[in-house]
């Protein structure tokens, strides 16, 4: 086992073995060859020319990535603030045509949406219309295949007077 505690006991002589290079360059990790204990030996030097080298390869990689990532964040920011403005002007919109003075506009000239009519019923969670309303429930969704469609289920009910 190498470590840098039993390097650190042993004599030394240039140029390094390579195999105890090796090992130096792995144990004191140095982000830099001018930081290693031996940074004029050849060894040494080459290791880190070809970490250097393998770095490289990294690096525009990363880059791209970092510019890629900062693109996607800047898209994203312009296209939150189009619509939030697109959504203030709708909403200014909608204010101006609904909002009158007394001189120019009156109510009788808003547009109000279609009313919608009221199918609500009375609901009982004791008796036979729950019961009802359960077993439809249950056996629609013995009929299906895959994830519950709520929406279909309720408009079947609508249909059949179940709900």
């Known amino acids: 086992m190498v470590s840098k505690d039993t390097t650190s006991n042993l004599v030394i002589d240039t140029p390094l073995n390579p195999i105890l290079a090796l090992s130096l360059f792995l144990t004191e990790q140095q982000p830099t060859v001018y930081d290693h204990s031996h940074h004029q030996d050849p060894t040494i030097v080459a290791l880190y020319k070809i970490s250097l080298s393998a770095m490289a390869v990294e690096l525009p990689f990363e880059s791209n990535f970092i510019t890629t990532m900062k693109t996607a ?37 808003l547009e109000y949406p279609d009313k919608l009519p009221m199918k609500g019923r009375a609901i009982t969670r004791n008796g036979t219309r729950s ?33």
């Open 73 to 109: 964040c800047t898209t994203n920011e312009k296209l939150f603030r189009k619509l939030e403005d697109y959504r203030i002007e709708c909403n200014t919109m909608l204010k101006r045509r609904y909002s009158y003075d007394d001189d120019d506009t009156t109510s009788e000239d």
């Open 131 to 163: 019961e009802e309303d359960y077993n439809f429930i249950v056996d629609f969704k013995k009929e299906i295949k895959g994830r519950m469609n709520w929406a279909v289920c309720l408009q079947l009910g609508y249909n059949k007077n179940v709900f």
